[in-house]
């Protein structure tokens, strides 16, 4: 196991005030549009995003959207699991023009920062808090190497990076490939090692990366939720026996 790599949000930064609330704000704000008044729970955001395939917020918004249209309060549960937004624009029988999501969405996440903004506010990934303890990131270091794949974009992602106080010289975000597709392991130039992620989208990730590669290359699969964070999975990978030897 010679790599960590790791997904960003929810692992490495705690997005429960960024991107969480963007999402929320979106997906109210559209559906106030046609005359739906809702509020979208945290728990239903949270839920959605660990259970479907949504390489990106976006696609999670617009499956929040029909779902509820569809499913009123119920929509949650009634998502089948690792399904992405195909399955409820087939529900449903209609889509959403990507473009209106995104606009509205990055208008709350990054307000000043995206030109095309709907109006002025201060960016909600101003709320973003480090997860990861710099001193054991750096510490794996000397046995491992590092990398990061996520739904984030390039922008995005240097944002985060302020957040952690740690660039990493390894990255693959949207801009680059989408997971679960497992070219997003392959462009990181990894061939064994673990991938620390936190929904099904990113256990999907290293399932296929594991059968495109047929046991020639494999990861492994550690999740971080409610019981173990970042910091536990990775001080047990430090410790583990015989790591990759010291640079």
């Known amino acids: 196991m010679n790599w960590i790599v790791f997904d960003v949000d929810g692992v490495l930064i705690d997005i ?10 979106t997906v109210e704000q559209f559906l106030d549009a046609v005359g739906k008044t809702v509020d979208i729970e945290f728990k239903d955001i949270k ?10 917020d976006f696609k999670l918004c617009e499956a929040l959207i029909l779902g509820r249209m569809e499913y009123g309060d119920k929509f949650v549960e009634k998502y089948p699991d690792g399904e992405d937004v195909s399955w409820i624009r087939d529900v449903r029988g209609a889509c959403i023009k990507p473009s209106s999501i995104k606009r509205i969405f990055n208008t709350y996440y990054l307000g000043d920062k995206f030109e095309n903004r709907l109006f002025d506010t201060k960016g909600l990934y101003n709320e973003e ?3 990861i303890d710099l001193k054991l990131l750096k510490k794996a270091e000397e046995f491992f190497d590092i990398g990061v794949v996520t739904g984030r974009n390039d922008l995005e992602m240097r944002l985060a990076e302020e957040v952690i106080g740690y660039e990493f010289d390894h990255v693959v975000t949207r801009d680059h490939a989408l997971k679960p597709d497992p070219i997003c392991l392959e462009k990181i130039g990894a061939e064994k090692g673990v991938y620390i992620g936190d929904t099904e989208t990113d256990q999907r990730l290293v399932e296929r990366y594991n059968n495109k590669n047929e046991n020639e290359k494999s990861f492994e699969f550690q999740k971080v939720d409610d019981d173990q ?12 026996p015989n790591p990759r030897t010291s640079r």
């Open 16 to 25: 429960d005030k960024s991107y969480d609330v963007a999402v929320k704000f």
């Open 47 to 56: 839920r959605l995003r660990e259970k479907g395939i949504f390489p990106d």
């Open 129 to 131: 808090k480090r997860i």
């Open 229 to 240: 964070d970042v910091n536990q999975v990775l001080e047990e990978l430090v410790d583990r």
